[in-house]
């Protein structure tokens, strides 16, 4: 059964890909990973009939199973999601073979009813936006007008970010340096 009172953390970062000022993107703040090990102490502590090693055992031959299922071209659905597998890329002709320079082997992963209810039920707690260091968005090469490419040796560049800081002296050789900067500065 889920868990109705599940609050999903939610943190805002600015939203660079689009024009207007002020856009943010929310992106969930994860509490942990869970793995088969947890899960099994979650079901032995709602009291199973089974123990801790035969409940990990049994996650980690489901698992398995999924996995040689989706690479042998199947299907599985289970209680959180339908996976399937896929292939991605353009195939040449009508006989196309594939070529892994070319096409990529994935799976695809669609909610399940049971999750989808599951994710209906929790609420979002948007908490602000993210405390973040200093960030560099893009870097262009003025010389060449390349943007977040190869940059020309001895020539300017323009670096768009927040929380930048360029720092040197009259007369120092003044670079492009990465250093950890306080929340004061």
Known sequence: MADTS?????????HTLTPEPGDYTGKVKLNGTWHNHHIAKQIVAQRSEYRYDTILSI?????DIKRTGIATGHS???GVSQMRPAVNGVF???GGQFDPALQSKCVIMTPAPEM????EVSKVAVLGVAPTGPVINSVEDVYTGA???????GRNLR???????IAGD???VVGVWFVQADDEN
Do not use: H, W
């Not at 943007?147 to 040796?153: A, I, L, N, R, V």
């Open 6 to 14: 599940q609050i999903l953390n939610v943190l805002l970062f600015d």
């Open 59 to 63: 996650l980690n031959m489901a698992d």
């Open 76 to 78: 599985i659905i289970d």
């Open 92 to 94: 040449k002709g009508k």
């Open 116 to 119: 989808r209810k599951a994710m």
């Open 147 to 153: 943007e977040d490419s190869m940059m020309t040796p």
């Open 159 to 165: 670096i768009y970010g927040q929380r930048l800081r």
């Open 170 to 172: 009259d007369g120092a």
